[in-house]
């Protein structure tokens, strides 16, 4: 039995999707596959024989019969999106448990999302706009209607009229200038969900317990990147949820983890405002956007494009408690003549070593490059064993591996995954 978590390693849209569906397939007949924080604002991209498929709610463990997947008490619940899902785990033949403490994700939220971030002008965060600073904002006010709500019209009600929660709400879309909808209206906007849900309730902390008591196998599955973490990404650009292990911890009281894999591009993308040190806006970030097809998952945005950043990922790694890392993506960086990556941060005259990258140094270093050869071979799509892969793209796996090594303890984050292709089969153990 192992507990193995994934986390994003960089601003999200990593690969983590592609590398959980690897790993649930993996997994022992009844492992648990388990989304722990985020919501909606997530993309979880996954091919299987052809056909793509995008996880936003549900864990990417849904491809995969023998797997039990959960949607853990932290988990912004969209309605709409679990239903819609829920149709894939359906001809999939997996089970999905929803919590029934999760908040769920009110048209209320959505709105007030949309109206905060037209205000905001050229301050605004970029967000995703599926409500989930609002959702998170009354949540950890302690205001929520909870999945566990939808058994009854009158309880949703009674949640939406607890301290004022539905009230402040409405007060604050129509300060606005915007029209709330009534209350009545947002207990029937639930209650329509409520058949196709009710069947999946359940206490998702207690089944986890219990798998770990029996020797299952669970896979926690994270959202974002940990550049996007509320606490440890560059705020106010930054999601509103925990991205790290931390979010396992607070949702499941699960300290111990035999792997936390962090997944990380061979080089960096980033989707909405904020501040990104080695990004490419010319020519060469052009280039890797449509090479990566970097158009975001879930709003259809071009990403922002640049260079793998060492010293951001090894404080990603630290902050996150990641241990190893899988780099997606490689075969992208195929054909460029050299490679770039930021290797140093110069912050107020020193450099930068495990200090915290606020969104301040984020913006007032500057940044030292390491500049490799490329390789020649056109696409490392096929390549099955470390051996074969270009002496260029093993020099490039080295300089990653120096970037990482903390000069406190000479601890090493090994990567012991490569991405090679989009594929289920395009990935390298090592
Ligand atoms: P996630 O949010 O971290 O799951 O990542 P997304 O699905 O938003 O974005 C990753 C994109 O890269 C998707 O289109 C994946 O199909 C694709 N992808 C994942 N791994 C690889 C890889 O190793 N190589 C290539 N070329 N594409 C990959
Ligand atoms: P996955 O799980 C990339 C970004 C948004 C915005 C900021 C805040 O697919 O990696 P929010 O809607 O969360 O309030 O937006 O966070 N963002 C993501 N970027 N991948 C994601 O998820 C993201 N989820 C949120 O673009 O900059
Ligand atoms: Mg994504």
């Given at each position: 039995m192992s507990i193995v978590a994934i986390l994003g390693?960089?601003?999200?849209?990593?690969g983590k999707g592609k590398i959980v569906d690897r790993l649930a397939s993996e997994l022992s007949s009844g492992g648990l596959c388990v989304r722990f924080f985020g919501g909606s604002n997530a993309g979880h991209t996954i091919w299987v024989d052809g056909e793509k498929f995008v996880t936003?709610?549900?864990?990417?463990?849904?491809?995969?019969?023998?797997v039990l997947n959960l949607v853990g008490p932290a988990v912004a619940c969209d309605l709409e999106v679990i239903c819609d899902e829920l149709k894939i785990a359906e001809r999939f033949g997996s089970e999905v448990a929803i919590d029934r403490s999760a908040p769920v994700v009110l048209p209320l939220h959505m709105l007030l999302d949309g109206l905060r971030e037209d205000r905001a002008g050229a301050k605004k965060i970029g967000t995703t706009r599926r409500g989930i600073g609002p959702l998170y904002g009354a949540f950890f006010a302690r205001n929520a209607v909870r999945m566990g709500d939808l058994t009854n019209a009158d309880k949703v009600r009674a949640s939406l009229l607890e301290r004022g929660y539905y009230e402040e709400m409405a007060a604050l879309i129509q300060l606005y200038g915007a029209h709330a909808p009534t209350c009545d209206e947002t207990v029937e906007w639930c209650m329509q969900f409520a058949p196709k849900v009710r069947p999946h309730l359940a206490d998702t902390r207690r089944i986890v317990c219990a798998a770990i008591e029996n020797d299952r196998d669970v896979l926690f599955e994270g959202a974002q990147g940990v550049l996007l973490d509320v606490f440890h990404g560059s705020q106010p650009d930054t999601t509103s949820s925990l991205c790290t292990l931390a979010g396992v911890n607070a949702s499941f009281g699960v300290y111990q983890f035999d792997r936390v894999i962090g997944v990380a591009k061979a080089y960096a993308t980033r989707v909405g405002s904020g501040p990104f040190p080695s990004e490419l806006t010319d020519e060469t970030g052009d280039r890797l956007r449509e090479l990566g097809h970097?158009?975001?998952?879930?709003?259809g945005r071009p990403r922002r494009c640049g260079w793998l950043d060492l010293p951001l990922l090894a404080y990603a790694c630290r902050m996150g408690g990641i241990t190893e890392l899988a780099i997606t993506k490689?075969?992208?960086?195929?054909?460029?003549e050299t490679i770039r990556v930021a290797s140093r941060y110069v912050f107020e005259g020193g450099v930068m070593h495990d200090d915290t990258f606020t969104s301040r140094v984020l913006r007032e270093s500057s940044i030292g490059y390491r500049t490799l050869s490329g390789w020649?071979?056109?696409?490392?799509?096929?390549?099955?064993?470390?051996?074969?892969?270009p002496t260029e793209f093993h020099q490039f796996l080295d300089v990653i591996r120096q970037g990482l090594?903390?000069?406190?303890?000479?601890?090493i984050v090994p990567i012991t995954m490569i991405g090679t292709g989009p594929d289920r089969e395009d990935l390298v153990v090592l």
């Open positions: 390693a960089q601003w999200g849209d990593e936003h709610l549900l864990p990417s463990g849904i491809m995969h019969r023998h970097e158009f975001g998952t879930t709003t490689a075969d992208v960086l195929s054909g460029f020649k071979e056109d696409s490392l799509q096929g390549i099955k064993t470390p051996g074969a892969f090594t903390r000069s406190s303890d000479n601890r």
